[in-house]
């Protein structure tokens, strides 16, 4: 076995890159759509409309039930309603008073609709668009239920901070309030990932060093590690996570030079990584950084780094924190009005951030 070959081999066994082959299925024609909306962000003990949008693409839909699925305890006014018909090209919309009783970290609001299936006007489409595969499919169709149910979901997080509606992928959930400019604001927010452990990150770091140590030894290893299936991008950016998570980990153990030389670390291999995925964790890490000199007395620092992290994106949504945490840096420093226009600059980026809200008044009418 070649030395390429053995470091292959020992790769891909130390990442346990797996295969799958999906065989292939026969794809029916879209009949129908289905889609849930809110008119306003989530609060508590606050009504909100769900409007739940049908529309048929194929043959009359007849009896249509709906449903609205809510995690428990909410009130919803009602528990199914009902369309008569809805006409091929057209669509139907019904709406649901839905009012929150409890805060989740994460939930889904479900629409259900119990279809009956209109199957003489979808074998006539498939008949007249796909007449080489037609008989395979009229089959599968065939086995269809004569009545159908399918759904659409909303993802959010209704949290006493902030309301997500759908789901965001970079939610900051983490306060050092050792920071906070007074009893009547938390602290500056700062991501750290729920996820990876420190000794999961410390792995990633550590096993991608090497991976790149042996593709310095065989210039031709990368171009074979590539056609074996291993996503070298995907490694770079567990280096770079793992990288942020020992950052962060560093700074909740108040061990804040060891947090500064991993986001050094951090900037240093993201200059080399061309790709949208560490975005949010090139701004996050400027965040850190700028809490780190915070924490160390050095505000001047903090405050430099905290405005490089909002210029680097500065319509990114998750400036919406960054900005908060400069107010507080502001605040910190006496300095109200400008706090109080950092602030207003943050409620821009997002609806429903209800800490922020409420900080904004208490500056604004102390």
């Known amino acids: 076995m070649s030395f390429s070959s053995r470091i292959i081999f020992a790769i891909l066994l130390v990442f346990a890159t797996t295969w799958s082959a999906t065989a292939a299925t026969i794809q029916l024609p879209e009949w129908y759509r289905l889609e849930i909306v809110l008119d306003s962000t989530l609060k508590i003990n606050t009504d909100v409309t769900a409007s739940v949008r049908i529309s048929s693409l194929i043959g009359d839909l007849q009896d249509t039930r709906i449903r609205l699925i809510c995690p428990e305890n909410w009130i919803v006014d009602s528990e199914e309603k009902f369309v008569k018909e809805i006409k091929a090209g057209d669509k139907a ?190 701004i996050a890490a400027l965040n850190l950084k700028g809490l780190v000199f915070w924490s160390m007395d050095q505000k001047r620092l903090a405050e430099d780094y905290l405005k490089k992290a909002f210029y680097s994106n500065r319509k990114n949504p998750l400036q919406r924190y960054v900005l908060r945490n400069i107010a507080l840096l502001m605040l910190a420093n006496k300095e109200r009005a400008t706090a109080e226009h950092m602030m207003r600059l943050a409620l821009g980026f997002k609806s429903g951030y209800t800490l922020l809200e409420n900080e904004y008044e208490e500056v604004r009418n102390p």
């Open 93 to 282: 919309s019904v709406a649901f008073k839905v009012r929150p009783t409890s805060y989740l970290a994460q939930g889904s609001i479900i629409a259900e609709a119990v279809l009956n299936v209109p199957f003489t006007a979808l074998e006539q489409q498939i008949r007249q668009t796909h007449p080489d595969q037609a008989e395979a499919m009229i089959k599968t169709l065939h086995n269809w239920p004569r009545v159908t149910k399918r759904y659409s979901e909303i993802s959010f997080a209704l949290l006493e901070q902030e309301s997500l509606c759908p789901l965001d992928k970079a939610i900051w959930l983490n306060y050092h309030q050792q920071l906070a400019p007074g009893n009547k604001f938390k602290g500056p927010v700062f991501y750290d990932d729920p996820v990876i452990t420190t000794y999961q990150a410390q792995t990633d770091v550590e096993m991608f060093e090497k991976l790149q140590n042996y593709i310095k030894a065989d210039p031709g290893l990368k171009k074979n590690l590539v056609e074996s299936g291993i996503d070298l991008q995907k490694k770079k950016f567990d280096q770079l996570n793992g990288l942020y998570v020992l950052a962060a980990r560093s700074f909740l153990d108040k061990n804040y030079e060891q947090a500064r030389n991993f986001i050094d670390r951090f900037e240093t291999e993201a200059r080399n990584f061309n790709s949208e995925l560490v975005e949010n964790l090139e």
